[in-house]
Each structure stands twice: as C-alpha cells, then as structure tokens.
Nanobody, 122 residues
C-alpha cells in the first residue's frame, strides 16, 4: 500500500510538498507517478519519474511549477508544488508502474495510494 501525505489548505501562490512512502522491497524497480482528481472530473496524470530519476514527465499545467523527485533509499517519491492555483485543487494520488518508462495513462499503474487532499483558495 502506498501512503501519500502532505496535502492541505493553501492560498493561491503558495506551496505544498507531497510525499508518498512505498513500502516495497524493490521500490527502485518501479516508475512512480502522481495523479489528481478534482470533484466531478476524471483522474488526471500530473507527473511521473523513472526508476533512476533520469526522466520526468509533467502535464502541461504543472510544467515550471511542480517538481517530482524520489529517494530510493527512503522508498519515497515527492511532489513539490509551487505557485499553486485554485484549479490545482484535487485529491492527489501516488501510483506505481511496472512499465520501464514513464507513461501518462492511469491504466499502466497497478498500485495506488489512498490520496491526499489539496485545496487552494483564491
């Protein structure tokens, strides 16, 4: 089970750092991703990172504001979110993929965390 944390209420322009701990013996073997789902909307890919951190992928709306990183020694993936906007409000989920490269489709992620709520006020 993946355990996401770090969500909360923040004003527009503020920052949050999400963390996701993955108690997996082979954490470094998985691509990790962050998704989000706003009320009434479909789940959306936000960012993904390759097994060795050499490759990252972002949704266009996150580029330049969000940074995904991982610490394989701590079995943890992070999402640093800066300059937050009200439209970033959503439940954020971390997920694991066995695919060898970073994919944006939720279908290739086979293990999900419980989600953490991010609310950005205007």
């Amino acid at each position: 089970q993946l355990q996401a944390s770090g969500g909360g209420l923040v004003q527009a322009g503020g920052s949050l750092r999400l963390s996701c701990v993955a108690p997996l013996r082979t954490f470094s073997s998985y691509v990790m991703g962050w998704f989000r789902q706003a009320v009434g909307k479909e789940r959306e890919f936000v960012a993904g990172i390759s097994r060795d951190s050499s490759s990252t992928v972002y949704v266009d709306s996150a580029k330049g504001r969000f940074t995904i990183s991982r610490d394989n020694a701590k079995n943890t993936v992070y999402l640093q979110m800066n300059r937050l906007k009200p439209e970033d409000t959503a439940v954020y989920y971390c997920a694991r993929s066995r695919n060898w490269r970073v994919m944006t489709s939720a279908q290739v992620y086979d293990l999900w965390g419980q989600g953490t709520q991010v609310t950005v006020s205007s």
